[in-house]
């Protein structure tokens, strides 16, 4: 069956997600996520166009852009084509990044807007990156702490534009838009045509997989044995208790359950670099041995590679 043609409207804003090929993880590390906030201050800059919110997940990333000289679709393909080239040089892999086709919305009016900025911008709170709205506003991956003036803003986003729906006032729409968050983060977030998010699923090259439930089994298992609560497994929780129990799932979960460094990465909320280290870290711990684990890989009802 033919695909719709995308409707081309260079005036007025679009809501764009691009997402990881049977959504996989897209982001591996700080690295990544830069190089793909550098590439999109070249190109939207130079083409005129203004970005009013924007948002990097584990698999996927939104942008809400008002295109300029250039038409969205060539935008887009010049984006995630030098994106994908350097992301798959970097990790060693081949083949496609991303879904073949971005999807997009019309945003309809000002009030549209309004809301895709707090839909957005809530994306981090929502998936569990970030643990409140607070931390949000220090979060350097999306654009709601430029906003607030609380991080330095990415040169590609239209932070003044923006701010205008909030008032007129910097003070006033400051203390608006934090209203707006919190107002939306209170009801639940609301549906977004586009798609709903989902976890991130599988390494970079590998099949996609659902979370694994023995996870959750073991990440149980080690803060008994540690004797941590689950809310210390969080990388700015740096207690040598908190840090033990994070080497000890970084090993468990990569040679034991054999997931990938990227799938514990986005579990336990680090870089696969901080993974990769803690693995051996976990590996030399007198008491790793005792921690049985059943590999994944012998689960009737694991699906198979490909």
């Given at each position: 069956m033919p695909r719709k043609a995308r409707v081309v409207a260079p005036d007025l804003a679009h809501h764009v997600m691009v997402r990881g090929i049977e959504r996989r993880i897209i982001f591996c590390d700080d690295v990544d996520r830069?190089?793909?906030?550098?590439?999109?201050?070249?190109?939207?800059?130079?083409?005129?166009?203004?970005?009013?919110?924007?948002?990097?997940?584990?698999?996927?990333?939104?942008?809400?852009?008002?295109?300029?000289?250039?038409?969205?679709?060539?935008?887009?393909?010049?984006?995630?084509?030098?994106?994908?080239?350097?992301?798959?040089?970097?990790?060693?892999?081949?083949?496609?990044?991303?879904?073949?086709?971005?999807?997009?919305?019309?945003?309809?009016?000002?009030?549209?807007?309004?809301?895709?900025?707090?839909?957005?911008?809530?994306?981090?709170?929502?998936?569990?990156?970030?643990?409140?709205?607070?931390?949000?506003?220090?979060?350097?991956?999306?654009?709601?702490?430029?906003?607030?003036?609380?991080?330095?803003?990415?040169?590609?986003?239209?932070?003044?534009?923006?701010?205008?729906?909030?008032?007129?006032?910097k003070e006033d729409s400051h203390g608006r838009l934090r209203e707006w968050m919190e107002d939306g983060w209170s009801r639940g977030l609301p549906p977004e045509s586009l798609e709903p998010d989902e976890p991130a699923r599988g390494e970079p090259g590998e099949a996609a997989r659902p979370r694994p439930a023995r996870w959750e089994s073991v990440v149980d298992t080690v803060c008994e044995h540690v004797g941590v609560t689950r809310a210390s497994l969080r990388p700015e929780v740096r207690t040598p208790p908190a840090s033990r129990a994070r080497a000890l799932l970084a090993h468990l979960g990569v040679q034991r359950l054999g997931l990938g460094v990227c799938e514990v990465a986005a579990l336990l909320g680090m870089s696969a670099g901080a993974v990769s280290r803690a693995v051996a870290r976990g590996g030399a711990l007198p008491d790793c041995e005792g921690i049985e684990v059943r590999s994944l890989h012998d689960d009737p009802d694991r699906p198979p590679r490909a």
């Amino acid at each position: 069956m033919p695909r719709k043609a995308r409707v081309v409207a260079p005036d007025l804003a679009h809501h764009v997600m691009v997402r990881g090929i049977e959504r996989r993880i897209i982001f591996c590390d700080d690295v990544d996520r830069r190089d793909l906030l550098d590439r999109l201050a070249r190109i939207l800059c130079g083409s005129g166009a203004r970005c009013y919110a924007w948002a990097l997940m584990p698999n996927h990333f939104h942008l809400v852009l008002q295109p300029g000289n250039v038409p969205l679709s060539r935008l887009m393909a010049r984006i995630n084509t030098g994106y994908a080239r350097c992301f798959n040089e970097r990790h060693e892999r081949a083949g496609h990044l991303c879904q073949d086709r971005f999807k997009s919305r019309i945003v309809e009016d000002a009030t549209d807007l309004a809301g895709l900025v707090r839909y957005v911008h809530l994306n981090p709170l929502a998936g569990g990156i970030v643990r409140s709205l607070g931390a949000l506003e220090r979060y350097p991956w999306c654009g709601y702490g430029g906003l607030l003036g609380r991080i330095a803003a990415e040169p590609f986003h239209s932070v003044a534009d923006t701010m205008m729906l909030f008032g007129e006032v910097k003070e006033d729409s400051h203390g608006r838009l934090r209203e707006w968050m919190e107002d939306g983060w209170s009801r639940g977030l609301p549906p977004e045509s586009l798609e709903p998010d989902e976890p991130a699923r599988g390494e970079p090259g590998e099949a996609a997989r659902p979370r694994p439930a023995r996870w959750e089994s073991v990440v149980d298992t080690v803060c008994e044995h540690v004797g941590v609560t689950r809310a210390s497994l969080r990388p700015e929780v740096r207690t040598p208790p908190a840090s033990r129990a994070r080497a000890l799932l970084a090993h468990l979960g990569v040679q034991r359950l054999g997931l990938g460094v990227c799938e514990v990465a986005a579990l336990l909320g680090m870089s696969a670099g901080a993974v990769s280290r803690a693995v051996a870290r976990g590996g030399a711990l007198p008491d790793c041995e005792g921690i049985e684990v059943r590999s994944l890989h012998d689960d009737p009802d694991r699906p198979p590679r490909a």
